[in-house]
């Protein structure tokens, strides 16, 4: 009995062993994080039984529900293609709390460094800044500029938190910097607001409305719970205001912002802007870069008005001004101004209609429309074209490709 006893004990002990080699890689913390609301991930069918929840058409589902909201209210309406933004991190005491795991200010660098890559990537045209509070202090912690790489990695050494939080001294810090770019620009500030108060010097208000003459456009995303505050700043400058309750939900409101919002109507005056389209030095150049006034060794853009040298594109030239651009970087703003309408889901009844003749393929990539049992599967078809996609290739065309295969292969038979 005892040498039974010592068996079971002992293989008891080795489970716990494997249990412990298998979650080995993860700390206590993380462990609970991924066990606990596992009852999230499965639903009830239409038979009572439950099963797991279909990501991917969850996720397809709420991917076009933003899409119309967003392109609701998008057509015949002027947009901003130049923006100037200013992203205002808040790196108090507040943003080390620990609600969001592992922490805050973990989160906000995570998902500032997806938005800065997909505002690039929108917006060719723009330029961002990154401005931070800590100690009741606004820094700014990056000029504005379009290198998102050398946004993102001062952003990564600078991720300390402690002190208070100041929401007028960053104020005054941005508003003083964006009244220095041209009248064409739209000038943006964007505020990531881990704090439940702000320690300021002076009246807000009035920093509130000298942002509003500026004509500058304020957005708020709080961390905690909604300040009247902040919702009075959005409300005057004519931005948005919006309280992330998880992780998830804070990187699909921070995306948000990735697209140029329609303009104002006071502020959304038409201009003729001067660009110039600099030629790319040869590789093995030396000259003194206007930007970092020091020679440099390598590729650089020369500007055809001055013929001084810039290190990146977009820019404007140090020496006279003009704004330097590639051709790209204009047709991938294009978008933006006539954008593709969205598709047209393929409801079960017309899949289920003996006399419909189903396409049996996806027009972009060939893949077959149906399920294991040949039942059709999910679908959406071009209101104009008529053809039928998948849902991958519908995501793909309208965040990336910006065109409609089926249509343009009509257009060009």
Sequence with gaps: MNN??????????????????VNGDLDAWERTYTDERSWESLQEDESGMLRPIDNQALYHSQYRRRLRSLLSTAARIQKGLIRYLYIVIDLSRAASEMDFRPSRIAVIAKHVETFIREFFYQNPLSQVGIVT????????????????ESHINA???????????????????????????????????????????????????DTIQKCRKSKIRCSVIGLAAEMFICKHLCQETGGTYSVALDESHFKELILEHAPPPPAIAEFAVANLIKMGFPQRAAEGSISICSCHKEAKVGAGY??????????????????????????PH??????????????DEVTSSHLNNPNCKLQRNCFGCQQSLLDPGNKPGPAVVCPKCKWYFCLDCDIYIHESLHNCPGCDSLRHS
């Design 330 to 343: 204009l047709a991938r703003s294009y978008h933006h101004l006539f954008p593709i309408a969205p598709f």
């Design 133 to 148: 509070i800590k100690d009741g202090v606004a820094h700014c912690l990056t000029d504005i500029g379009g290198s998102p």
């Design 155 to 205: 952003l990564m050494k600078k991720l300390e938190c402690s002190g208070d939080s100041s929401l007028q001294n960053a104020l005054d810090l941005v508003d003083g910097y964006l009244n220095q770019i041209p009248s064409y620009g739209h000038r943006e500030v964007l505020i990531l607001y881990s704090a439940l108060s702000t320690c300021d010097p002076g009246d807000i208000m």
């Design 4 to 21: 039974g006893a010592g068996r079971r004990i002992n293989g008891g002990a080795e489970e716990d062993d494997d249990e412990d080699d």
């Design 302 to 327: 020369t500007c055809p008005r001055c013929k001084a040298r810039a290190c990146e594109l977009p820019t404007e030239c140090c020496v006279c001004g003009l704004t330097l651009v590639s051709s």
